[in-house]
């Protein structure tokens, strides 16, 4: 069963016994209720929202798309500081308060790249693309149920939108080449805008005015002038139209209307992700005290314990290195843990406080924006604060499969929702769970000691930690992953792309199975499921990697969202890690020189 479905039936459950309670004892979990049952009762009510959003757009005119007029008075910095106050952002220049990369004791803030409504993948096969066409269709249709009358103008004006959101989706930056500019230096060459104004009021933090020598971090040196060009060369009509649609867009949801895909089928499905995305901390807390107990947790910990050390094995068996083995070592052992959930998250006295300034309202539409105005704030107002690695305020939102490393706290962390089936299940054989959730930390620990990782040290700081001569054979293990994989896929291009999550896969499945052996000798072994008699425990733990990534991949998928990601196709997952694992090879007696046992295999 496909894990993501699994924890989204394991929530439906919750809200939906949630929701039938008469009274609730924690006011996060009456909020949850509110919030559902609210959803659900407004299903599909889109006459709701289109009169929220006349009375919001009223004092600027209305839409644009639905009604000719004179907007010029209008800015679309104007506009946004308004829908600022009900939880909107910006989508030309959305900010964030992130970890100041150069000094991980301060929050910074962040300019990032521009975000869109359809899916980037969709808007850069261009305006002829079928589906941008069914995109721009949907937007017409929404300014027609708002009124509008001119459908030759409100055609025009659709278009314009699509066009500005694909010239928005070229906007691209490499991965980690992050700069900072004082405000006063942003002034002095893009002076089309008021930047301290625009950043201050866009923040929203009381009492908070930021000054022309505060300092904030860009994506990288040169994605700004990107924006700033298509700011300056597109009409100030259609920047307003934009913003004005941004609004509609998120409030639309809030009734189950996805504008890219129309109404949801399911009532259920759309206020459950609703739900997720309002109150994150609430619907975590939920989940955790549901369906994760403390003895998970205890194991889990184990499990990493156990997967640091194999990845020191595999560095051990490994030649080079010598110079920086001490520090890679160090590194490892120094990385902190964040497994499933903060115990916080168990305290509903916590919980509640956490929600303590949510604007509580029996009108649905105005108590789901005053949601997403708190989770706004929240954000931002660390800007001021310090940060702190145990701070579980940072870590409640646990109800997505996946796993990632943080850099600038030297930290891998492990969240809820991919606790589970087939990755993770106590009441399996350890080889299943060591194959699964195993390999999948093994990977996420590698990223700190390769790639971006190799820029911060053990405490999280910027540093220069690894001795040239050892990044020089990093990158020639690299390049052998690379030509391995360019010539299983016949895509040298695309095996650059995915390089990095190539190597972690490689690393993170030989670690794990270090790891199970470490596990296997502690416990005295385990036994072999009679069901599957004729292969070792060793074969069955490379069977359940296998497993793992066994998935149907359809054309649409190959085509479109292989083409943007950083991980290769799941069959590669699988092939390229065992083909470079004599483990692998010895535990199925596969010839060398065969498929699965190559003469050179790559060495990380």
């Keep these: 069963m496909d894990i993501g479905r699994q924890l989204n039936d394991k929530l439906a459950t919750i809200v939906h016994e949630n929701s039938n309670q008469k009274e609730h004892c924690a006011t996060s979990s009456k909020f949850v209720a509110h919030l559902y049952q609210g959803c659900m009762r407004n299903f599909a009510n889109t006459s709701l929202v289109f009169g929220r959003i006349n009375q919001l757009l009223r004092d600027y005119g209305g839409w644009i ?16 500081y308004r829908f600022r106050s009900i939880g909107i952002t910006q989508p030309y220049l959305p900010i964030s308060v992130t970890y100041d990369y150069y000094d991980k004791n301060k929050h910074i803030l962040t300019i990032n790249l521009p975000d869109t409504v359809a899916p980037k993948y969709v808007l850069l096969n261009g305006l002829d693309d079928t589906n941008i066409e069914k995109y721009r269709r949907n937007i017409i249709y929404v300014a027609k149920s708002m009124g509008a009358k001119d459908l030759t103008y409100t055609e025009k004006e659709a278009t314009k939108i699509v066009e500005l959101e694909i010239r928005l989706a070229n906007i691209t930056a490499p991965t ?20 301290r104004t625009y950043l201050t009021k866009m923040l929203a933090i009381p009492n908070l005015a930021l000054q022309e020598n505060d300092e904030v971090m860009l994506y990288s040196p040169h994605h700004l002038d990107k924006i700033v060009e298509v700011l300056q060369s597109t009409a100030p009509s259609t920047l307003v139209s934009y913003v004005e649609y941004r609004v509609i867009v998120a409030l639309l949801r809030a009734v189950g209307l996805n504008i890219c895909e129309g109404i949801s089928n399911s009532a259920p499905s759309a206020c459950l992700e609703l739900t997720k995305l309002a109150l994150p901390t609430a619907l975590s807390a939920l989940y955790v005290h549901r369906f994760l107990c403390s003895d998970t947790k205890h194991e889990l910990t184990q499990l990493v314990h156990d997967i640091k050390g194999g990845l020191i094995e595999v560095l051990d068996a490994t030649k080079g290195y010598e110079q920086s083995r001490a520090a890679f070592i160090r590194k490892i052992k120094a990385m902190h843990e964040h497994i499933a959930y903060p115990d916080a998250l168990l305290d509903g006295n916590e919980v509640n406080k956490y929600y303590a300034n949510v604007k509580f309202s029996e009108d649905y539409l105005q108590f789901y924006s005053n949601l997403l105005k708190f989770n706004i704030d929240e954000s931002y107002k660390k800007l001021k604060e310090v940060p702190r690695r145990n701070d579980w305020k940072s870590r409640t939102s646990l109800l997505n499969v996946n796993a990632q490393y943080q850099p600038l706290e030297n930290s891998i962390e492990i969240l809820a929702g991919l606790v589970a089936h087939p990755i993770y299940n106590p009441d399996l054989p350890s080889y299943v769970n060591y194959a699964g959730m195993g390999s999948i930390v093994g990977h996420e620990i590698y990223h700190g000691v390769s790639g971006l990782g190799l820029m911060f040290d053990e405490h999280g700081q910027m540093n220069t930690w690894v001795t040239s001569e050892d990044v020089a054979n990093l990158d020639r293990a690299s390049k052998c992953i690379h030509q391995q994989h360019a010539e299983l896929i016949k895509d040298e291009k ?14 993170g499945v030989l670690s794990a199975y ?16 009679q069901d599957f008699g004729r292969y070792t425990i060793n074969q ?8 793992l990534w066994c998935s149907k991949e359809s054309d649409y998928y190959v085509k479109n969202h292989l083409s943007f990601t950083k991980h290769s196709r799941y069959m590669y997952r699988v092939l390229v890690p065992l083909m470079n694992s004599e483990d692998f090879s010895k535990d199925f007696n596969c010839p060398p020189g065969s498929y699965m046992n190559p003469i050179n295999k790559c060495r990380l």
Excluded: M
């Design 514 to 529: 270090r790891a199970y052996q470490t596990w296997f000798q502690r416990n005295g072994g385990e036994p072999r499921p």
């Design 65 to 80: 798309v639905v009604r000719n007029g004179d907007f010029s008075k209008f800015h679309w910095t104007e506009i946004s």
């Design 494 to 507: 695309k095996a650059w792309v995915t390089l990095d999550e190539d190597r972690a896969d490689v690393v």
């Design 540 to 547: 069955l733990f490379w069977i359940s990697y296998g497993r």
């Design 176 to 195: 980690f080449n992050r700069v900072k500019r004082t405000i006063g230096e942003l002034q002095e060459k893009y002076s089309g805008i008021c930047w």
